[in-house]
Structures are given as C-alpha cells and as structure tokens.
C-alpha cells in the first residue's frame, strides 16, 4: 500500500494506520470516530431529561418525534471500540 489509505473498513485498518502514519493523518479519521456515533432515531417516550428532540412531519403534519442519541450501530461500535478507547488514543 502507498501512502494513507482511502477506506478504513476494521478496526485492525484503524490500528494500523495509527501505528504507521503521523497523527496528522490519522486523527481525522478516528475523531470521525466520535464525531458520527450519534443519530436521530424514533423517541420511545422514555429519553432521559436534556435528550434532544425533534418532530417528524409527513405530508405536513407531525408524525412522530425522533431523539438525538448515540446509535449503537455506528461504526464506532461496529468496529468494537469504545468510546473511551478512542478517546485514549486521540490524546
């Protein structure tokens, strides 16, 4: 492979990249990380105080709500890291 690859698809991807190319390089893509493991998925009416909110309209009228919250199928969790690792290694 030449220079930083394009697609990081496994975690072993994340670690190498880590172990072999300038922070610089890499920290973009494990902040990504962070940054895309929240989403707006539908409210169960259950949402603990301070969860942000938001109505969903179809056709013009409010459907539904949807919560701001960390989905446990973003790649970050597919990936098997956790949070706190990936804040580790951001340091």
Not at 48 to 60: A, F
Request: charged share 30%.
């Amino acid at each position: 492979m030449k220079g930083f690859p394009k697609h990081l698809n496994t975690r072993a991807d994340y670690e190498y990249v880590r172990d072999n190319f300038p922070a610089e390089q890499w920290c973009p893509a494990w902040q990504s990380l962070l940054d895309t493991r929240f989403s707006w998925l539908p409210a169960s009416g259950a949402e603990p105080k301070g969860i942000e909110l938001r109505e969903v309209e179809q056709d013009g009228q409010v459907v539904g709500q949807e919560a701001w919250v960390e989905d446990k199928n973003t790649k970050i969790f597919r990936l098997g890291f956790t949070v706190e690792e990936v804040k580790e290694a951001l340091k």
